[in-house]
């Protein structure tokens, strides 16, 4: 078989690829670029100038880290969550969890419906503590994602905060239903002979032969740990859950893991997401709708209308109400619509059966939505990291020349909103594929029926990314 062929059927039969991701370091080293990286931004954070354009941790955390995170997730997958570097906890915590009690997670939780809590409040922190414009604030938040990262894992076993409690890991997932690869078993009935389930258990290499964790201690070999999410590599459908780890990977004894390349759009129509998974989509859509719209003059005025309304100029009684109210009104929307569209359709199901059905189109909205937002404020600072980085090594004491400030100033304006309406309308057609996708076995009516919404939702979106928007954490310098 040739490379070309090889590569068709699995990522990892690039040159030097698989055999990197196969070293049991390889995730450290991936990791480490990342680790220095939020060092250096919690430095400069608390130490550094506090103007955000010129300050390290604000420039790399809202401006890059968000921009390359969507450009990973459309090029490969979830990079930034194979490479976090909040999971180096796991050294301390694994030494920790020898003193501490341990627990699991409570049922009730081992959902999604608590991140999507913790994703409204992350949103609104945002806004109202202005983190954006404050380095000593993103300072804290990366310090307070390290601190809850090992005190979860501390108390409760490995993947739990990566599963059910990390906004940020759970925003990846959703938005990787969008990449090109996926995770999966060369052949599948190699994993049904497999005793161990090692993709899972992991693995323990020892002379009489492969053992899971719980048959070996780490003492009696090398030691490979399973998927950090619990997910059984045959059974996988989706991305979601998916940290791209790469520990099944290594954990398989018989090289049967590959990273499949597929079509995009192909995990919306096949894969049969949860309720709570469908759910964390459709708010990642209407929350990234209102991130936008906080930063036009719209949002100010309808704030101000709001505060007449209702007597008050509490900036986060105003916030909370319009973030809840769009929030909410969505939900109940996308609740009412799905319903009445699979009665259009001729389909018997509850409202929540709906939702799971057509609610899925979101995943696509949500990404594009993300992306041509995240795109606008990348592009107006994609050249002012080289300044803010000198700037930071050079407060550390390093020899560098002085920083070059007008490199944060190289803005493509005319550019940024012709990418952004292609970037939706890429996010429509597919979730109008989807949509008629899943319509199959019924009447097309029904998906025409919500994709007449998603038009005009997609509508309000380009209303909304046309308007004049605060460039946040960018430097104008004034024109000669």
């Keep these: 078989m040739s490379l070309l062929s090889r590569i068709r059927k699995d990522l990892l039969a690039l040159p030097l690829v698989g055999r990197f991701l196969r070293w049991r370091y390889s995730r450290f080293l991936l990791q480490l670029p990342l680790f220095l990286v939020a060092l250096l931004a919690l430095y400069d954070g608390f130490l550094g100038r506090q103007l955000a354009p010129k300050n390290f941790a604000t420039v790399s955390v809202w401006l890059h880290y968000r921009g390359f995170l969507v450009l990973a997730v459309a090029v490969l997958g979830n990079l930034f969550c194979a490479a976090c570097p909040l999971m180096l906890v796991r050294g301390p915590t694994r030494w920790a969890k ?28 945002y806004e109202y503590w202005d983190l954006w414009a404050s380095p000593w604030l993103t300072a804290w938040l990366i310090l307070g994602y390290f601190g809850v990262a090992f005190l979860v894992d501390a108390f409760f076993p490995e993947g739990t905060f990566c599963k059910y409690v990390c906004p940020l890991g759970n925003f990846n997932f959703t938005l990787s239903t969008t990449s090109p690869a996926q995770i999966a078993a060369k052949d599948p009935a190699v994993c049904l002979t497999c005793e161990g389930k090692y993709c899972v258990n992991g693995r323990v290499e020892t002379p009489a032969g492969p053992k899971t964790a719980r048959e070996a201690s780490p003492q009696e070999g090398t030691y490979y740990p399973g998927c950090e999410t619990r997910l059984y590599v045959p059974q996988i459908q989706s991305n979601m859950d998916c940290t791209l780890c790469f520990n099944c990977l290594r954990a398989c004894p018989y090289d049967n893991v590959a990273l499949k390349p597929r079509f995009w759009g192909a995990e919306w129509i096949r894969a049969r997401y949860r309720l709570d998974w469908v759910w964390l989509g459709v708010l990642l859509f209407f929350a990234g709708f209102m991130n936008a719209f906080a930063m036009v003059p719209a949002y100010y005025r309808l704030a101000e209308g709001l505060s007449r309304l209702l007597g008050t100029t509490n900036e986060g009684l105003l916030l909370i109400t319009i973030y ?71 407060h550390l004491g390093l020899p560098l020349p002085e920083p070059d400030w007008t490199l944060a100033a190289l803005v493509p304006e005319n550019l940024l909103y012709p990418l952004q309406v292609v970037i939706l309308y890429l996010g429509l057609t597919g979730a109008t594929t989807t949509l008629f996708s899943r319509a199959r076995g019924g009447r097309p009516l029904g998906a025409a029926f919500f994709f007449l919404m998603l038009f005009l939702l997609v509508a309000l979106a380009l209303w909304v990314l046309a308007q004049p928007m605060e460039m946040r954490g960018t430097l104008l310098l004034p024109k000669t």
């Design 324 to 394: 809840a109210l769009w929030t909410g009104l969505g939900f109940l929307l996308v609740l009412y619509l799905s319903h009445l569209a699979s009665r259009l359709a001729g389909f018997k199901e509850t409202a929540m059966q709906a939702v799971r059905r057509w609610g899925v189109a979101f995943f696509p909205l949500a990404f594009a939505m993300w992306t041509g937002h995240y795109a606008f404020h990348f592009l107006t600072g994609w050249a002012s990291i080289v300044p803010v980085t000198q700037q930071a090594l050079i």
């Design 98 to 125: 020898r003193y501490l009690p341990q627990f699991q997670w409570p049922r009730p939780l081992r959902n999604k419906y608590f991140v999507i809590v913790l994703t409204l409040f992350y949103l609104f922190a």
